[in-house]
């Protein structure tokens, strides 16, 4: 079972910027696509940002990977009050395209515990 842990989180300004962090242990996610998802209270989860494998990104905040395949970011810029919400890493090693990554939940096997982003003033 791959381990995610996420980090980073914590209470900005709007118009501040956040970095997250994915990170494992145990493995290299080099191997796995990447999401993002966030959740706020009384909402559903929804997508914000994946890398697939080859490290195509998609989404309103930039992902990247480090070199040693440990950690995954998630670089948050001009951050809005609407952004405030439980933000979660997952990963997937299921589908043999290293060229794509993936909206949708349920897609990814793999999920973290979640960080807390606020943005308020």
């Known amino acids: 079972q791959l381990q995610l842990v996420e980090s980073g989180g914590g209470a900005v300004q709007p118009g501040g910027s956040l970095r997250l962090s994915c990170t494992t242990s145990r493995s290299s996610l080099n191997y796995y696509a990447i999401g993002w998802f966030r959740q706020a209270p009384g909402k559903e989860r929804e997508w914000v940002s994946c890398i697939s494998k080859s490290g195509k990104m998609r989404g309103r905040f930039t992902i990247s990977r480090d070199n040693a395949g440990n950690t995954v970011y998630l670089q948050m810029n001009s951050l809005e009050p609407e952004d405030t919400a439980n933000y979660y890493c997952?990963?997937?090693?299921?589908?043999?395209?290293?060229?794509?990554?993936?909206?949708?939940?349920?897609?990814?096997?793999?999920w973290g515990q979640g960080t807390q982003v606020t943005v308020s003033s």
């Open positions: 997952a990963a997937t090693i299921r589908f043999a395209s290293d060229l794509v990554c993936y909206e949708n939940a349920d897609a990814y096997d793999h």
